[in-house]
Structure formats: C-alpha cells, structure tokens
C-alpha cells in the first residue's frame, strides 16, 4: 500500500480560524498591524466558528460498516517541529501545545465550505503525537482547511488538503504530517506532507474497530491546486 508523499511549505499564520481574515493578512505579512480590539473581535470570532464544528474523530464510539447513506474516513494528523534550521541553544517549546485542524465538507458551489448549511469538523492533536482519526461521513468531497495553535494567540497556516468519503466504503486517506519551527511566530515557515502511516493507525484502532480496518481501501489525500478558490 503506497500513500503519494505530497508536500509544500507555506509561512505561519496568525487567527487562521477565519479563512477570510487569513487571506487579507498574509498579503500585508511584512508589515502587519494590530490592535487590542482586533485582535479580541478575531479571537471570539475563532471560538464561534470552532463551537459550531462536530468532532471529526468517533474512534471512542462504535461505529458500524458503512451503509450506502455513509462512509468510514480513517487517517491521522501529526504535528512535531522541525529542527533542522534552527540554530544553536534553541529549545523545543512545550510539547503540551494543542494544534486544532479545520475541516468542511465542500460543494460544488461551495468549494470552500463556507456556506451556511455546509457540515464543519474540528480535530484536536498533542504536538509531537500522532492522532488518528475514525470520521463517519456522507459521502463527498471534504477540506482539511488549516490548522492552528489553540488559544487566544493561535499561530497556523493553510493546508488546503481534499479527500473524499465513498457511499458504503472504508477508506484510508493518510497521515497528515505538519512540520512547523520550535519558536512558532507569524511569518515563519511550516512544511506539510501526506505519509502512509496505515501500520501504526490501524494498530492503534483495530482494538475497537478491527472490522473497519481490516476493510479499508487506500485513497490519499491530495493538495488542492491553488487555482481552486
């Protein structure tokens, strides 16, 4: 079973939580300005969008094969630093740091999953561990959007990766692996890939779910061009 490594590097970003905020801010990147008072607004703008998203992860529940009216996404998400460009006497931050993924179920009037009615997901993991993930899904196309630090200072960046859930199917998407800097901060780069880690994943769900792992059919994530909106 072979997962395609896909891979990019984007810089960090502040308040990701709001693509369209994101967007106006990275072009003044160089020269950004904040005040006390936006950056409150953005912060509970980020908890409102966040209290409104289902957990993407049910691999604490029991979840049945998949009917037609559904499908079964199996994947994880790894976030650990990369140090290979830092410098001497930098120290790891706090591998408590929680990273919150975003993710949308998109239409093809939606391709962002922005709109009122379209279903949002959020995924929660520790830096430095992997999180899988067992998401049950109506079928159709979905949008790992960003991921960010939480709190009220979240720093993260665009990730802009698609995988489909299949009618009646289990599917493996892959691991989605962030490598962001030690000292996190707006401007610095990040680098992402998609890594088969299906031996580890499925070890770490068979457990409960052996059923469904033992079924699953490889279909990889892919980075969304970016001449998608």
């Known amino acids: 079973m072979s997962v395609p490594r896909e891979q990019a590097r984007r810089r960090l970003l502040t308040d990701v939580a709001q693509p369209g905020i994101v967007r106006s801010m990275t072009s003044c990147a160089r020269n ?40 079964v996404v199996i994947g994880s998400v790894l976030v650990r630093q990369d140090l290979s460009g830092s410098g001497p006497g930098v120290a790891p931050s706090d591998r408590s740091t929680l990273y919150e993924f975003d993710v949308v179920q998109t239409q093809p009037a ?20 992997e999180q899988p993930f067992l998401a049950r899904l109506r079928p159709g196309r979905y949008l790992v959007k960003n991921f960010h630090r ?23 998407v892959g691991q989605v692996l962030v490598e962001v800097p030690p000292q996190l901060s707006h401007g610095k780069e990040y680098r992402f890939s998609i890594q088969d880690a299906h031996e580890t994943t499925f070890s770490a769900l068979a457990p409960h779910h052996g059923h469904l792992t033992q079924q699953a059919i490889t279909a990889p994530m892919q980075i969304r061009p970016p001449d998608i909106p």
């Open 32 to 71: 950004p300005v904040w005040t006390p008072v936006l950056a409150v607004m953005l912060a509970f703008l980020s908890l409102g969008l966040t209290s409104c998203a289902s957990p993407l992860d049910l691999s604490h529940e029991q979840v049945a094969v998949p009917s037609p009216e559904w499908g």
């Open 110 to 129: 939606d391709p962002n999953g922005e709109g009122a009615y379209a279903s949002r997901y959020h995924l929660e993991a520790m830096a430095g561990q």
């Open 150 to 172: 939480t709190g009220m200072s979240g720093t993260g960046g665009d990730l802009n990766l698609v995988f489909e859930s299949q009618s009646g199917r289990v599917v493996y």
